[in-house]
T-cell receptor
Framework: GDSVTQMEGPVTLSEEAFLTINCTYT??????LFWYVQYPGEGLQLLLK???ADDKGSNKGFEATYRKETTSFHLEKGSVQVSDSAVYFC???????????WGAGTKLIIKP | EPEVTQTPSHQVTQMGQEVILRCVPI?????FYWYRQILGQKVEFLVS????????KSEIFDDQFSVERPDGSNFTLKIRSTKLEDSAMYFC???????????FGQGTRLTVV
């Protein structure tokens, strides 16, 4: 079945470092792809999305490009801040009913 | 900014008891969802709801689970007879017609003892 695989965490970086969190997917068709973020004590917030191949989603300095050839949707940020510390989830949906299939989540820790 | 709200934030219940988790979706949204996340595991889809009926449900959503929209604002998840393995964070989400993004609540942490 369809699935999402994320790199295991925690990922620990210093402030202003470059961030990459890998996400790859398996799907029978052409899914829409999402990154959600969960800050400590809060719910799941949509960070960015891409709905077709080569689309780039971006928000708050984060970017991810929908790569059909490598079935990937890696999350990147050029310079992370302590406030970016959170758990990041990659997810996909295949159907119009918007049933999301989730990766395991990657905990990001940014040290000052 | 409109948001999805869930109550309670934490619920502790004894095994075999019934629990009702409550959600208030964003007011003009018509599609509603429940997901859960067992500690240390992936977020899992439970059920989707539209036009006062279930549109899709997962294998997890067995006869012990039910959903209801009792009035114009609330969307509830009921677990009839809780089991230890129902302990998880339960997330409610809602989506507007034509949109391809859902908005999630902060979750209810259910602990079955």
């Amino acid at each position: 079945g369809d699935s999402v695989t994320q790199m295991e965490g925690p990922v620990t970086l210093s402030e202003e470092a470059f961030l990459t969190i890998n996400c790859t997917y398996t799907a029978t068709g052409y899914p829409s792809l999402f990154w959600y973020v969960q800050y400590p004590g809060e719910g799941l917030q949509l960070l960015l999305k891409a709905t077709k191949a080569d689309d780039k989603g971006s928000n708050k300095g984060f970017e991810a490009t929908y790569r059909k050839e490598t079935t990937s949707f890696h999350l990147e940020k050029g310079s992370v801040q302590v406030s970016d510390s959170a758990v990041y989830f990659c997810a996909l949906t295949m159907d119009s009913n918007y049933q999301l299939i989730w990766g395991a989540g990657t905990k990001l820790i940014i040290k000052p | 900014e409109p948001e999805v709200t869930q109550t309670p934030s934490h619920q502790v219940t004894q095994m075999g008891q019934e629990v009702i988790l409550r959600c208030v979706p964003i007011s003009n949204h018509l599609y509603f969802y429940w997901y859960r996340q067992i500690l240390g595991q992936k977020v899992e889809f439970l059920v989707s709801f539209y036009n006062n009926e279930i549109s899709e449900k997962s294998e997890i959503f067995d006869d012990q689970f039910s959903v209801e929209r009792p009035d114009g604002s609330n969307f509830t998840l009921k677990i009839r007879s809780t089991k230890l393995e129902d302990s998880a964070m339960y997330f409610c989400a809602s989506r507007a017609t034509g949109a391809n993004e859902a908005f999630f609540g902060q979750g209810t942490r259910l602990t079955v003892v």
